[in-house]
């Protein structure tokens, strides 16, 4: 039976880093943890908060980010 590799999953969250610091943490922590397990990233094309959190940490550890705009 094949077994198909995740290779990247889309994230959207806050362009903010909320009150707590341990989402901004958890952000980071999930850049890192997709980026060691060479799933790419693609999100919402916001550097900064939560969503630049996660691209960072994984750009941090050598992983593949993709920004994604939305155009109406």
């Known amino acids: 039976m094949q077994q ?3 290779t990247s ?3 959207f969250c806050g362009s903010s880093s909320g009150n707590d610091d341990a989402f901004l943490k958890d ?3 999930l850049g890192e943890f997709l980026a060691d397990h060479q ?3 693609v999100y919402g094309g916001s550097n900064v908060g939560l969503m630049g959190a996660v691209a ?3 750009l941090n550890k050598g992983g593949k980010v993709t ?3 939305l155009t109406f």
């Open 56 to 58: 960072d940490g994984a």
């Open 9 to 11: 999953v889309s994230v």
């Open 27 to 29: 952000a980071i922590a």
């Open 39 to 41: 799933i790419g990233v």
């Open 4 to 6: 198909n590799k995740i």
């Open 67 to 69: 920004e994604s705009y």
